[in-house]
């Protein structure tokens, strides 16, 4: 702080997360680095934030499904929600409020959150990460005689796959229409190019689940690729 020249507009305290802090007329609490059960226990341990006028900005590295959780049974809501890169990591970061409404989440909701409104590259390759990770809980599930429960973690996860293709679906129609209306290549036709073609797919056999990555969309690719050179 002394060397970036904020050691006299800075205030720094030595707590135990956020023990000790209910006077301190916090507006905004940022909580990053730190896994997403670590979180919710800071949040817990911190009753003072379950008013209105303080803004949570979270960035779990882990398990951000636990964090989505214990803020809806604790009546916080997820405002916003993006992810970013950080060299070949994925991070997810939300901002969340306190409303009061507590409800439970559905699986979707849980392991999702507010990616299914979000269609960047970063958002669709987490979503794509975490339809895999549940296929294969899935495959576990099964196997620990969680018939029921892994069935809805398949389900699920194939509805995953179907919005992300949707939503590359949506964006190849985006760029031709582009293209043919004006002749100017637009942004998203650049992402398409550098977002990975491969798609996971689910296959389901005698209760088995397999992953394995689909190249199908290549003529797309391709497609896209004579645009942007022509």
Not at 74 to 82: D, L, S, T
Not at 154 to 173: A, D, K, N, P, V
Not at 194 to 217: E, L, M, N, Q, Y
Request: aromatic share 10%; glycine share 8%; net charge positive.
């Amino acid at each position: 702080l002394e060397k970036a020249g904020f050691a006299e507009r800075v205030q720094t305290v030595l707590t135990d997360g956020l023990a000790g802090m209910e006077q301190s007329g916090v507006t905004d609490v940022v909580i990053a680095g730190i896994g997403g059960e670590v979180i919710s226990g800071i949040l817990e341990r911190a009753p003072f934030l379950q008013q209105e006028g303080i803004r949570l900005v979270l960035q779990p590295q882990t398990r951000e499904q636990v964090l989505r959780d214990f803020l809806a049974n604790n009546g916080f809501a997820v405002i916003e929600e993006e992810v970013v890169s950080s060299g070949k990591y994925l991070y997810v970061v939300m901002v969340a409020e306190y409303t009061g409404c507590c409800r439970s989440l559905s699986l979707m909701e849980k392991f999702c959150g507010k990616l299914t409104d979000n269609c960047t590259p970063q958002a669709c390759e987490k979503l794509r990460m975490t339809a895999c990770h549940l296929a294969e809980r899935s495959k576990g599930l099964f196997q620990e005689g969680e018939a029921a429960l892994a069935a809805e973690y398949l389900q699920t996860s194939g509805e995953i796959l179907s919005l992300i293709g949707s939503f590359y679906l949506e964006c190849l129609r985006f760029c031709k229409s582009m293209k043919q209306s004006t002749g100017w290549r637009p942004f998203p036709c650049r992402w398409i190019l550098i977002t990975p073609a491969s798609w996971w797919v689910i296959a389901r056999r005698r209760w088995s689940v397999r992953c394995w990555r689909w190249t199908a969309p290549r003529r797309c690719c391709a497609r896209q690729r004579s645009w942007a050179h022509s």
